[in-house]
């Protein structure tokens, strides 16, 4: 018969391996304890590069804003003096050679673009696709802006090529359709819209 003592003090008593078991269960809490600090590290690092990393984002945004903006800009200053010069050659009146104007900056707006994506690789349907999706609101905006002025100014419009008020008028009006605009263009990249597009096929 098995001596009731031994069972006492052996292996299974008090004094036996229950102060190991312990031991291992502290070492076992003190190795979750570290592992759950260098995650607590780990997810505080991360929050510091996100936040680091959120501004250069904006910073980033507004500058592909203002890129987009001033490609918008070189299409429809090249419309816009076209379509005056043709409209003075062909003698047209104001209302029909403003017509003409922002309907040749739509076509060099989006053939710049165009131009762009084509390199990049994109066939010519998808390509008009990127153009239209990329420049329609900031051309409409802009040369909304760009004629309201041109027609409010008084005299601008009847000028003529050859006279500095056209011409400031032109520059003026050009200048503030930018400065209006690129708040928009921002706006739609943030959301994935507008120049975003464009992007997702090539960088600038």
């Known amino acids: 018969m098995a001596d009731p003592a031994h069972h006492a003090t052996g292996t299974h008593g008090a004094g036996g391996p229950h102060p190991a078991h312990g031991g291992h269960d502290a070492r076992r809490g003190d190795h979750a304890h570290a592992g759950h600090s260098a995650h607590a590290g780990h997810g505080a690092h991360a929050d510091r590069a996100g936040h680091a990393g959120r501004g250069p984002a904006r910073d980033g945004s507004w500058r592909t804003a203002v890129q987009a903006t001033l490609h918008c800009l070189t299409g429809c200053a ?46 010519v349907r998808q390509a008009v696709k990127v153009a239209l999706a990329a420049d329609t609101v900031s051309i409409l905006v802009m040369e909304l802006i760009d004629n309201t002025v041109m027609v409010t100014v008084p005299g601008a419009m009847d000028a003529g090529l050859g006279n500095a008020l056209f011409w400031a008028a032109l520059a003026g009006s050009l200048a503030l359709a930018f400065v209006l605009t690129v708040p928009v263009n921002r706006w739609m990249i943030a959301r994935g819209r507008g120049h975003a597009v464009v992007h997702a096929h090539h960088g600038h």
């Open 78 to 123: 090249i419309g816009e003096v076209l379509g005056m010069i043709l409209g003075t050659a062909l003698g047209l009146h104001n209302g029909a050679t403003v017509v003409l104007s922002v309907a040749l900056a739509f076509v060099f707006g989006y053939a710049l673009t165009m131009r762009g994506v084509l390199r990049a690789g994109l066939p």
